[in-house]
């Protein structure tokens, strides 16, 4: 099995904008699924009805439900809640935001974990449950890196190649731009550690997975 060097990155203090190196660790090489996708995620919230899916997975079954909260103003429009065989194990309040929301659920097949994605143009944060916290996790949350491109818009995606990248995408120019970073597992330090990758990519929708 493949194992890579990776560079294993903790925030430089709460609610920093950028990150720095810790050490050096030896990770597994992931292989990413996409098990789920929901396009247009909050375009299916009826004025009644939450969204729900539910996934069975290692750490037992796992909800997440979004809901919209009509007498919220615009900075709390959706209630995010997400559950562990019934306990609730995180909640957040979402903005609304022009273009709406997506969600993905991706399996690390190499590692046995399974992570939930919520995104929108202006940000994206892929989810996970800690089994030794006892809590659902932001390991990613693209408001924490740099983007390379100007008017980057925000995206964690697996890859048909087996790999999940933070992208950062501009469509404005003649030649799309994407600054990438690759995600991983590492299992020593419980956390999601990032490989940046740089610009000069097409367009991440060309070799996204699809269902």
């Known amino acids: 099995m493949k194992k890579w060097q990776k560079l294993f990155i903790v925030p430089l203090m709460a609610g ?3 990150f720095s190196a810790q050490a050096h660790t030896t990770v597994e090489a992931s292989s990413f699924a996409l098990i789920k996708y929901q396009a247009n995620l909050t375009a299916q919230i ?4 939450a969204w729900k899916e539910s996934f069975t997975t290692p750490d037992g079954k796992i909800s997440v439900q979004i809901r919209s909260l009509l ?7 959706y209630h995010v809640i997400m559950t562990r065989d019934k306990d609730r194990v995180y909640e957040e309040y979402l903005p609304e935001v022009t273009y709406g929301y997506w969600f993905r659920a991706v399996r690390d097949e190499e590692n ?3 992570f939930f994605v919520i995104a929108s143009r202006n940000q994206a944060k892929l989810y996970g449950y800690d089994a030794a916290a006892g809590k659902m996790q932001v390991y990613v949350d693209s408001r924490n890196f740099h983007s390379g491109v100007p008017s980057g818009e925000a995206n964690i995606t697996p890859l048909t190649d087996g790999s999940l990248v933070l992208s950062f995408e501009n469509f404005d120019n003649v ?4 600054h990438r970073y690759d995600l ?3 299992a020593e330090a419980n956390w999601i550690t990032y490989t940046d990758l740089g610009t000069g990519y097409r ?3 060309k070799e996204m997975q699809y269902q």
């Open 16 to 18: 920093a904008a950028f």
């Open 46 to 49: 009826s004025k009644t009805e």
């Open 71 to 77: 007498a919220a103003d615009d900075k709390g429009r």
């Open 112 to 114: 046995d974990k399974t």
């Open 175 to 178: 030649e799309p731009q994407s």
């Open 184 to 186: 991983t597992w590492d």
């Open 203 to 205: 367009p991440v929708m």
